[in-house]
């Protein structure tokens, strides 16, 4: 039985019998090499190291338990057997594993004798053999936690005493853990408060700094009004000593005064020569009085503080109330001059100017003065741009002229009308009549004059076609049809007069020349052009707003790629526009207006205040301010330094049928400054143009 059981590869525990001679294959391998031969049948030779010898030891120890954990495994499931039982034939299986074998055959699996479920019998030995495999094995594998609960819970044989030993190093060891963790806390509490201190010291140097920037403005603007204090009290002195000698000359006593004088009036000669002596002590005593007066105004003059009435004008107040109202904004502006003042001045010597202002306070000087002179927007005129024969009222683009003599605005009713200005702000009256009026064959979406001549203007219609008019013979001088879409803008360059750019639907900017009949340059971009603009300094960098997001910046020298890329927009750039050749502004569906720097290509500012979220509201600016519309019929001035509005103007409709109508319905369409001036000129969707002064 023991053959066939080996035969049939049954791994019963047992121990192999060594082999008494080796075997052909051994035999000719031992003749091959002669070495492993003698190696094979020689001990451990007395020069081998102890650490060979245990690693030898080792590897027959892992080699040997290798072999009796195959010998433990269950010839069907090939798993460590799971409740052992013998059979009659002396194999050891998994109880289930043998029973459900047993269900559908009659055979041992091993060595096919007859076997059946009455010839089953428990191996005690075995699972208790098994039992402790299992506990080296979850030695081997689980974790410390899992082997203590292991030991802990099959552990009966353990005593209280061995317990309490146990439990004494558990609590020992959870005691190191605990002061471990409070350790780690407190060295993680210590970081924290060491990067607070030094985040607060650079708070406190900062602050430090900002005082002592206010320090030295405070003492600046202190001589400055003292300065002129005395030079008002100089001109003072002067005006009065002008006007004392009149009086003077009445404190000398004339001849009919006296008395006693029997002579005429015209008889003062003959008394003046006759008492020259007299007439210059007069005189003298006069100077002593003059001069006497004088000393006592230069001793007024010399005092350190000059008298700080209190001031009740209507204009100063109200001026403080809008200093508090955009008190954050004006401090934030103040600080980042401030400091980049004195960050050019380190790297720079920078001088003072006359008034001893650093070049920081100076600016904000500038722009304090600026912001708080205009407090609201004033209407000085109004016109309605609809007729009878049109019902389509939305004005896209109003613009002026070279001179500011003229106006002109364009829309979806077809028309290009001028206005002369002047005469629409100097006779109020319900209907004005455009001085020129000219048709076009589509709904027009922008204006450009052309900056050199007075007489040319450009436009942009929904059918892509850039046309060049001359509003003196109401003619159309050049018409460009290359665009395959809607042109959506259209603006002549400040330097080169003969140089205009468009942009489109079909995703093209392309550069005209009023001397030739096709495009000199196009620019292929991946989305719709929503708006270009000429830097006002060169013809050659251009600004195209997209509905991408962002705002490409371009060399006409080198269009194949921009200079720069603007992202900050949330959605489409309806409007670009220069305040000045290295200021940007932008509008976007996103309700923000945009600042940037392009000669740093750096964002400067966000405006926050109108809504705009489908439509083209207009952007117009000057030197100071940005203006534009909302879709909340409303228009919105900002300081290019201050973040929030400025001032603003609701439109009302002043006719009964309109009345009804939700204000909501209605928007600002477009804008245009009054160039360097504070005045505006804004319509919206109804066709309304009103003309608007930002007053005190």
């Keep these: ?53 245990q690693d030898e030891e080792d590897g027959d120890g892992a080699e040997a338990a290798a072999a009796a954990d195959r010998e433990l495994l269950c010839p069907i499931c090939m798993a460590l057997i799971k409740d052992a039982f013998l059979t009659a034939c002396g194999h050891s299986f998994c109880y289930m594993c043998i029973v459900t074998h047993l269900t559908h055959k009659s055979d041992c699996p091993c060595c096919s004798n007859y ?70 806390n407190m060295q993680i509490l210590l970081v924290f408060l060491h990067c607070l201190r030094k985040q607060k010291l650079d708070e406190l140097n900062e602050i430090q700094t900002d005082l002592q920037y206010i320090k030295d403005d405070i003492n600046s603007v202190e001589r400055h009004r003292l300065d002129l204090y005395r030079t008002k009290e100089r001109y003072s002195m002067k005006l009065r000593m002008l006007l004392d000698e009149p009086a003077a000359s009445k404190m000398w006593p004339s001849p009919m005064d006296k008395p006693s004088s029997l002579f005429l009036p015209n008889s003062r000669a003959p ?128 613009e002026f002229d070279r001179d500011d003599e003229l106006f002109a605005t364009a829309g979806v009713s077809k028309r290009i009308k001028v206005f002369e200005f002047s005469t629409v702000v100097n006779e109020p009256s319900d209907v004005h009549c455009p001085v020129v ?103 050659y960098y251009v600004a195209v707003g997209s509905a991408d997001h962002h705002i490409h910046y371009f060399d006409l020298r080198n269009p194949s790629a921009p200079l720069h890329v603007f992202g900050g927009h949330k959605k489409a750039v309806s409007y670009v526009k220069f305040l000045s050749n290295n200021e940007l502004a932008s509008a976007s569906t996103d309700s923000t207006l945009r600042l940037w720097d392009v000669k740093d290509n750096c964002p400067v500012r966000t405006f926050r205040g109108h809504k705009n979220e489908k439509n083209f509201v207009g952007l117009s600016v000057n030197n100071e301010y940005i203006a534009c519309g909302s879709e909340t019929n409303e228009v919105f001035v900002y300081h290019k330094a201050i973040s929030k509005p400025a001032s603003s103007h609701r439109f009302v409709s002043s006719d009964l049928d309109d009345a ?11 804008v245009c400054w009054k160039s360097d001036s504070p005045t505006m000129l804004t319509a919206n969707s109804q066709g309304t143009i009103k003309v608007l002064v930002l007053a005190p």
């Design 437 to 539: 009026e000219m048709a076009t064959r589509s709904k027009l979406s922008c204006l450009s004059w052309n900056k050199y001549s007075k007489n040319i203007i450009a436009s942009s219609d929904y059918e892509g076609i850039v046309t060049v008019w001359d509003v003196q013979t109401r003619q159309s001088v050049m018409e460009y049809e290359e665009h395959e879409k809607r042109a959506w803008s259209v603006d002549f360059s400040r330097t080169e007069p003969s140089m205009l750019v468009s942009g489109s639907d079909d995703c093209k900017v392309k550069v005209w020349c009023t001397k030739q009949e096709a495009s000199a340059i196009n620019i292929d971009m991946k989305a719709n052009i929503c708006s270009v603009k000429y830097n006002p300094g060169s013809s």
């Design 271 to 398: 008394l003046n020569a006759s008492s020259p002596g007299g007439l210059n002590n007069r005189k003298l005593d006069l100077r002593g009085q003059v001069s006497h007066q004088g000393y006592q105004r230069r001793d007024a003059l010399a005092c350190p503080d000059p008298p700080s009435p209190p001031i009740h004008s209507s204009n100063v107040v109200a001026r403080k109330r809008r200093v508090q109202a955009q008190f954050n904004e004006l401090q934030e502006y103040y600080l980042q001059r401030r400091r980049t003042g004195a960050q050019s001045r380190r790297q720079e010597d920078v001088t003072m100017n006359r008034e001893g202002y650093h070049e920081g306070l100076e600016d904000f000087q500038s722009v304090l003065t600026t912001f708080t002179r205009y407090s609201r927007l004033r209407v000085i005129a109004e016109l309605r741009h609809g007729d009878l024969f049109h019902t389509a009222n939305i004005v896209s683009s109003i």
């Design 1 to 53: 039985m023991g053959d066939s059981s080996v035969a049939a590869g049954a791994l019963v525990p047992s121990v192999p019998k060594p082999d008494s001679a080796p075997s052909g294959g051994d035999a000719a391998q031992a003749q091959h090499h002669p070495s492993l031969a003698e190696d094979a049948g020689a001990s451990p030779s007395p020069s081998s190291s102890p650490r060979q010898q």
């Design 115 to 184: 076997l059946t479920k009455a010839q089953l019998y428990p191996n005690f030995l075995l699972d208790k053999v098994l039992k402790k495999m299992s506990a080296r094995q979850v030695a081997k594998t689980a974790s410390p936690i899992e082997q203590l609960r292991h030991v802990v819970q099959q552990g009966n044989d353990m005593s209280v005493k061995e317990l309490d030993s146990l439990m004494t190093l558990i609590a020992e060891k959870k005691r190191q853990m605990e002061q471990q963790e409070s350790e780690t």
């Design 660 to 670: 009804d109508d939700d204000p909501g319905s209605y928007f600002i369409s477009a």
